[in-house]
């Protein structure tokens, strides 16, 4: 039966998911102009640039056949924007593009994000075809309830802004800057409308309907006292929800609530573990893609470990004693420890600490408050105000305790790669944390981990790695135990950069934890503006910068990159006779002679181990290349083993005499998806052809690692290629 269900359960889950991409942009009409009609739909999100939102779709027109399209992410960088509200009905004239993101082994999944929340597009709006008009519809209603709460919280002078209108409807913009201390207090889920959120306002509201009861119960023998609490409790997290503006994980927590209703009303004794199982199902059917979110998983793995903490076996005077509860908190840190370490790249150690003070003061104070400041603000918005001003001195008192915390501390790394091996390691180490009390050898469950980490597997020799960072650069080398990075990738005007984005989450889902050696190549955006995020996120060592690459704050440790820098690393290499031998990484260019500015005075790098040579060229163009051809000739014993492509391959770089002289047995293309710049240019990929390069692209493979084993073999790894969502990234045929 289990197995009857499963397949029943994968079948709709395939054919939701298939449904879905049904309505997804035409790879046709990727880059073209369309004109769409519909609604605003929920909170529009501004910043200095531009205006981004949710756009729900009835029509689009010079498109010959039309598309089913659902939902768009737009973003509009006109002056108008300004004036765009939710709920607002438009006509625009939009570029759109199919929803995809950057593939790496590790970090943000943008496109599996956009998928699960529906969008069958994003893109820009070039113009405004016909003037908004508000529409009357309950989404466009319900956005512009939200707005306007955004917009009191911010108007009034708060010193919490950012976590009360978190807490009132649910966006979290406003806490980017404040996400990283966030997270590494372990608190993120406290200043956010949450599952646990909902589950609080919806006790509050069965607390209030059982009081009502007992009322209509005493005065009037009503029987309508012994099915309001149950009601109260479910329209109390309903509209809670409603000023999350129903987002997945708010819906999800709803289904739950309704679970746990409806047992009430049906005046049957349901064990959580089935109220858990139905609440697991009736998710899966609402929304079968939600397991590809880790949000998901980890909600889930809390609640499951929670019922198995306090329920099995404990007694109820053992169940709520202190000592229990600190244990709850510890056992929760050490089984999210690896999920969080595999999809967020690290983990707050603090958690445990934080939440025995933070959950009861904010679910307790805070959430109250904001609630019933939602609830007046449509009778009296100065009353609405006065409560959320209580509530931000309640932020603002535990923000005083918790800075006794220093900045430095509160995140964990682990210090090896995290894997299927680690995993299994640690769920056997949490099973032992739930095995009766004075059950002799539950210590031996830790056995596994501690292998792990005291003898970690041994690195190969060398692996370099190109991230993908759409139309930008991004590369990371690691020998054994020395990691240098190649450039930091782009700044995105979201607040995205590929340092703390891209590059970080790599680095700590590989076990490092440190930079020996990064180099700048030079100053464009595409190369040097995840520079500031990486150096929140990464301790670094050395560092080299282009000759036109200044950032705002200097380091302590840091020199110009020229010609005549090298540096000589060892690796161990061979399994029964260990030897050491070296690696030279050598700048070639610039030089003080060449007076080359731009795209030319980029760091040229050559990395050299055994009879493997890797050039990293940065942006050089036609001039930097025929300066560099004959100090190449005399280096190169033969043809070069991996070549990253000069500007990402464009006209302007990767001449015809470079190319003939490198021969490289691989080249990559750094670029992004369909940009319009362009690239890599269809002359350039003729001329690696045409000297039987293997052509690789991070557009179309994802990040892709190169890694060389003890005899000196090369084993080639694409992340895209790799990825067990392949499914649902329509890659065709000849991207493989």
Not at 260 to 273: F, K, S
Request: hydrophobic content about 50%; glycine content about 8%.
């Amino acid at each position: 039966m289990m197995l009857v269900t499963f397949g029943w359960g994968t079948l709709f889950g395939l054919w939701s998911a298939y449904d879905l991409l049904d309505h997804q942009l035409p790879a046709e009409l990727h880059g073209q102009d369309l004109i769409v009609t519909g609604i605003v739909t929920g909170l529009v999100d501004r910043d200095d640039r531009r205006s981004r939102f949710s756009f729900a779709i009835d029509n689009t027109s010079k498109a010959d056949p039309e598309p089913e399209l659902r939902s768009l992410l737009l973003s509009w960088y006109a002056s108008q924007a300004e004036e765009l509200k939710p709920g607002d009905r438009c006509s625009f004239i939009v570029r759109l593009r199919q929803p995809r993101g950057l593939v790496n082994s590790a970090g943000f999944d943008y496109q599996s994000w956009l998928l699960q929340q529906g969008y069958s597009a994003v893109g820009t709006v070039r113009s405004l075809e016909q003037n908004c008009a508000v529409s009357p519809v309950f989404n466009a209603r319900l956005g512009r309830m939200r707005s306007s709460i955004q917009n009191s919280i911010n108007a009034a002078d708060m010193t919490n802004p950012g976590i009360l209108v978190a807490l009132s409807v649910g966006s979290k913009r406003q806490l980017s800057d404040q996400w990283d201390n966030l997270a590494r207090l372990g608190i993120v889920h406290l200043v956010v409308i949450s599952g646990l959120h909902i589950g609080l306002v919806a006790a509050l509201g069965t607390w209030l309907g059982s009081g009502l009861g007992r009322l209509l119960l005493l005065y009037r023998q009503s029987q309508a006292g012994r099915w309001l609490p149950s009601v109260m409790g479910f329209l109390a997290a309903g509209y809670y929800s409603l000023l999350a503006g129903f987002s997945l994980p708010s819906q999800r927590a709803l289904i739950a609530v309704a679970v746990v209703m409806l047992a009430r009303l049906l005046y049957r004794r349901i064990n959580p573990v089935s109220c858990l199982v139905w609440a697991l199902l009736l998710i899966a059917i609402d929304q079968p893609l939600a397991v590809l979110g880790a949000g998901f998983w980890l909600s889930f793995l809390a609640v499951a470990l929670l019922l198995l903490w306090f329920l099995p076996w404990h007694p109820k005077t053992v169940r709520s004693s202190f000592r229990s509860i600190v244990g709850a908190q510890f056992a929760l840190m050490v089984a999210l420890l690896v999920p969080s370490l595999l999809y967020m790249g690290k983990a707050s150690w603090l958690a445990p600490v934080v939440n025995i003070i933070a959950v009861p003061w904010i679910s307790l104070v805070t959430v109250p408050l904001c609630v019933l400041a939602s609830l007046v603000f449509f009778v009296s918005q100065s009353a609405a105000v006065f409560f959320w001003q209580l509530a931000d001195y309640s932020v603002s008192a535990l923000w005083l305790l918790l800075d006794i915390f220093p900045l430095s501390m509160g995140l964990v790394i682990s210090p090896v790669a995290v894997d299927i091996w680690l995993a299994i390691a640690a769920s056997i180490a949490v099973g032992g944390l739930l095995l009766p009390e004075g059950l002799r050898g539950k210590w031996l469950c830790w056995l596994p981990v501690c292998a792990i980490l005291l003898l970690p597997v041994a690195r190969m020799p060398m692996r370099l790695t190109v991230l993908d960072m759409g139309q930008g650069l991004g590369v990371v080398l690691e020998a054994q135990d020395r990691t240098m990075v190649y450039d930091t990738g782009p700044a995105f005007g979201s607040g995205f950069n590929g340092g703390s984005g891209v590059i970080a989450p790599y680095l700590r889902s590989r076990g490092i934890n440190h930079i020996d050696l990064l180099i700048v190549s030079h100053g464009d955006n595409d190369h040097a503006g995840g520079y500031a995020g990486l150096m929140q996120s990464v301790g670094v060592g050395d560092q080299i910068f282009g000759t036109d690459f200044s950032p705002v704050v200097k380091p302590a440790v840091s020199r110009s990159c020229h010609s005549d820098q090298h540096w000589t690393w060892y690796v161990q290499v061979g399994e029964s006779t260990p030897i050491i031998e070296p690696i030279y990484l050598s700048i070639l260019s610039p030089s003080a002679s060449t007076g080359f500015t731009g795209n030319n005075s980029s760091c040229v790098l050559l990395i050299a181990w055994r009879d493997q040579r890797i050039l990293l060229p940065g942006d050089i163009e036609r001039a930097a290349e025929a300066m560099l051809i004959p100090q190449l000739g005399s280096k190169l014993a033969g043809p070069i083993t991996l070549l990253v492509a000069p500007h990402h391959g464009s006209k302007t770089s990767s001449t015809a005499e470079f190319v003939t002289m490198l021969e490289p047995e691989n080249v990559v293309f750094s670029s992004g998806y369909l940009h319009h710049f362009g690239h890599p240019h269809a002359q350039v990929v003729k001329r690696y052809q045409a000297v039987s390069s293997g052509i690789w692209t991070t557009a179309e493979q994802g990040a892709i690692s190169f890694v060389w084993d003890h005899s000196g073999n090369l084993q080639i790894v694409s992340a895209r290629q790799n990825s067990w969502r392949r499914w649902w990234r329509q890659e065709n045929p000849g991207d493989m």
